[in-house]
């Protein structure tokens, strides 16, 4: 079992940004792929960033290129996604899981979830 807590949501306008950190427990850290995603109110949750376990290897859904980066810290157990330029659209609940196959951008590649942090960017 790996237990994942996210952090650092909140309240923030547009143009500003956020920096989520996710807080990875239980079992052996490392050897997971890690990605993020979101859910919108009534909308289906959606992949936004994944990182290999090395951090060597970064993925991107194409509306967050170039304003979102992924990165983490294997000695602290902890994900990261700096979130820059925000936008009304980008209100969500963001939520870190483990990758343990298959496409970092399929939901279904996933087998941990951490219980997720709102954020909310304000027009």
């Known amino acids: 079992q790996v237990q994942l807590v996210e952090s650092g949501g909140g309240l923030v306008q547009a143009g500003g940004s956020l920096s989520l950190s996710c807080l990875a427990s239980g079992r052996t850290f490392s050897p997971y792929g890690m990605g993020w995603f979101r859910q919108a109110p009534g909308k289906e949750r959606e992949f936004e960033a994944g990182?290999?376990?090395?951090?060597?290897?970064?993925y991107y859904v194409d509306s967050v290129k170039g304003r979102f980066t992924i990165s983490r810290d294997n000695a602290k157990n902890t994900v990261y996604l700096q979130m820059n330029s925000l936008k009304p659209e980008d209100t969500a609940v963001y939520y870190c899981?483990?990758?343990?196959?298959?496409?970092?951008?399929?939901?279904?590649?996933?087998?941990?979830w951490g219980q997720g942090t709102q954020v909310t960017v304000s027009s």
């Open positions: 990182i290999s376990w090395s951090g060597l290897s970064t």
């Open positions: 899981a483990t990758q343990s196959r298959g496409r970092y951008d399929d939901g279904g590649s996933y087998e941990y």
